[in-house]
């Protein structure tokens, strides 16, 4: 059974930083692509960024760029969001996700990804 599980998130005053974490058990995460997702109230669910499965290649929303970085430690079968000089406007529920579509750079398109976590809440206050 797949699990992906986020970590993290909270509560920080725009400006501050948070790292999100994403744990994966049942699946083979080394040959996997990964990404962040995230979904504020009232909103579609949105591309924040991928990684490929061997770390070396990653992917950005516009929004995120120079702020956000992805990242992944493959013997910890964990994925991580590095978020900094956080704004309001990131405020929203993050998913991390599964890709067995091993392209390079990695997809931005929510249908690319087979495996969801339940998310984990971020909220950054004006």
């Known amino acids: 059974q797949v699990q992906l599980v986020e970590s993290g998130g909270g509560l920080v005053q725009a400006g501050g930083s948070l790292r999100l974490s994403c744990a994966a058990s049942g699946l083979t995460f080394s040959v996997y692509n990964m990404g962040w997702f995230r979904q504020a109230p009232g909103k579609e669910r949105e591309f924040v960024a991928a990684v490929t499965w061997s770390g070396g290649n990653t992917n950005y929303a516009d929004s995120v760029k120079g702020r956000f970085i992805i990242s992944r430690d493959n013997a910890k079968n964990t994925m991580y969001l590095q978020m900094n000089s956080l704004k309001p406007e990131d405020t929203a529920v993050y998913y991390c996700?599964?890709?067995?579509?091993?392209?390079?750079?990695?997809?931005?398109?929510?249908?690319?990804?087979?495996?969801w976590g339940q998310g984990t809440q971020v909220t950054v206050s004006s």
């Open positions: 996700a599964a890709s067995n579509r091993l392209t390079t750079p990695p997809r931005m398109a929510i249908a690319a990804y087979n495996y």
